[in-house]
């Protein structure tokens, strides 16, 4: 079963532009919602995460937006670069429990043209 | 080392065979994690250890598959009479694993396993 789910699957957006990624989850135990990245051939390395008692949170050009009401988050990619050009995954998991199980979302494909 | 290592990085198996995958963790990373990732999906959680106790290994897909750590550094997952469904990248991850906190999960490249 999809705990989270991504959206959209594939995104094409030019140089400078702004990429955007959304997800939405079902599980209201998560409350630790980390972003990756992905290179072909690379496993996932942790971009950004977020905890649901701030709706905001912004390092460099990557934005994650939370909406703990509905139960969703997004990332937003400023000034987009061919070098962004890659996968993402948005992710959750229940802070609390030891471990931090990971549910990762289905993906999001992004590239940047130049 | 430097990051989590995954040996070996492909693996071609003939359907049936048995395979063994391993992973070195970064030194004193007390969690270590496995997952599954198909082709253009989402990494999906196999297993879990705290040092070598295996905590939940609720996302292991049948009783063919193995995991262990037995000194709580590196990790092996097993994977018995392996079938074409089976073919997918495996990846590991470890961190500090400090319980309510969220520390970040570091992977390694993981390990393509393909069955023919």
């Known amino acids: 079963q999809q705990q989270v789910k991504q959206s959209p699957q594939s995104l094409i957006v030019q140089k400078g532009g702004i990429s955007i990624i959304n997800c939405a989850y079902e599980?209201?135990?998560?409350?630790?919602f980390p972003w990756y990245q992905q290179f072909p051939g690379k496993g996932p390395a942790l971009l950004i995460a977020?905890?649901?008692?701030?709706s905001e949170k912004k390092e460099g050009r990557f934005t994650i937006s939370f909406n703990k009401s509905a139960k969703q988050f997004s990332l937003h990619i400023m000034d987009s670069q061919p070098g962004d050009s890659a996968t993402y995954f948005c992710?959750?998991?229940?802070?609390?429990?030891?471990?931090?199980?990971?549910?990762f979302g289905g993906g999001t494909r992004v590239l940047v043209k130049p | 080392g430097a990051g989590v290592s995954q040996s070996p990085r492909y693996k071609v198996a003939k359907r049936g065979q048995d395979v063994a995958l391993r992973c070195d963790p970064i030194?004193?990373?007390?969690?270590l994690f496995w997952y599954q990732q198909a082709l253009g999906q989402g990494p999906e959680f196999l297993t879990y250890?705290?040092?070598?106790?295996?905590?939940?290994k609720s996302g292991l897909p049948s009783d063919r598959f193995f995991a262990e750590r037995p000194e709580g550094s590196v990790s092996t997952l097993k994977i018995q009479r392996t079938q074409q469904e089976d073919s997918a990248v495996y990846l590991c991850?470890?961190?500090?694993?400090?319980?309510?906190?969220?520390?970040?999960?570091?992977f390694g490249q993981g390990t393509r396993l393909t069955v023919v």
């Open positions: 030194s004193g990373h007390v969690s």
């Open positions: 991850a470890s961190s500090l694993g400090l319980a309510g906190k969220g520390t970040e999960a570091f």
């Open positions: 992710a959750a998991s229940p802070i609390k429990a030891a471990g931090n199980k990971l549910t």
């Open positions: 599980n209201t135990a998560f409350d630790y």
């Open positions: 977020i905890r649901p008692d701030v």
């Open positions: 250890f705290q040092n070598e106790a295996q905590l939940d």
